[in-house]
């Protein structure tokens, strides 16, 4: 059974540009949750869709944003980067029982 | 707004030994989360504790959870150096959204 796949692994951009992260969930599952982790915040929830629809929100500011597909595929996009943005970005694939999968990541360099 | 604490937040331990990791929590939670991540890895699932008391173990782990107190612990006995990793607990709110502990990093010296 495939896992969470996360693509690209690693990117590096500007300051001021923008980026759009993928994440293709474990087959059948239709959640998908996004996090930020950073040594110093830690993971913080940036947010989740369900069946095409964003149902919960974390503190983060407009410039991020996601969406998810009708294969339950999802990405995010960060606009109009910034230093701070640098972290590593993880998607949670879940299933009706609550349990989360996690993928590898995208390791976010804001240069 | 949701807490979730955790103490310590490194661990240093010799192999052979005992110690235990807390998880205090803000709020009520239906269910508390344990994980395990190596240095540029993902995120692995430890355990899945769903209700007062409930204990469960894996190898030389064991979570248990008292949802009157708000606190899970992980304990490790006999720690080997393959433990070695950052632990995180967690807890879920509405949907599938995830509270996450600081992390304790625990280093295993042999």
């Known amino acids: 059974k495939a896992g969470v796949t996360q693509t690209p692994r690693y990117l590096i951009k500007t300051r001021g540009q923008q980026v759009t992260l993928s994440c293709s969930p474990i087959s059948g599952h239709r959640s998908v949750s996004w996090y930020q982790q950073t040594p110093g915040q830690g993971l913080q929830f940036l947010f989740e869709y369900f069946s095409e629809t964003q149902r919960n929100k974390g503190n983060f500011p407009g410039r991020f944003s996601g969406r998810q597909f009708s294969n339950s595929r999802s990405e995010m996009n960060v606009s109009t980067l910034e230093l701070g943005d640098s972290a590593l970005y993880l998607c949670?694939?879940?299933?009706?029982?609550?349990?989360?999968?996690f993928g590898q990541g995208t390791r976010l360099t804001v240069v | 707004e949701l807490k979730v604490e955790q103490n310590p937040l490194f661990l240093s331990m010799q192999e052979g030994k005992n110690y235990t990791i807390y998880c205090n929590y803000s709020t009520t939670s239906d269910r508390l989360y344990w994980y395990r991540q190596d240095p540029g890895k993902s995120l692995e699932s430890l355990f899945v504790l769903l209700s007062n008391g409930a204990v469960k173990q894996e190898g030389r782990l064991m979570a248990s959870l008292d949802t009157k107190a708000r606190l899970s612990t992980l304990h490790i006995t006999a720690a080997v150096h393959d433990l070695s990793a950052t632990y995180f607990c967690a807890v879920r709110r509405t949907g599938n959204q995830f509270y996450f502990g600081t992390g304790t990093s625990l280093t295993v010296i042999p």
């Open positions: 949670a694939s879940s299933n009706g029982q609550g349990e989360a999968f």
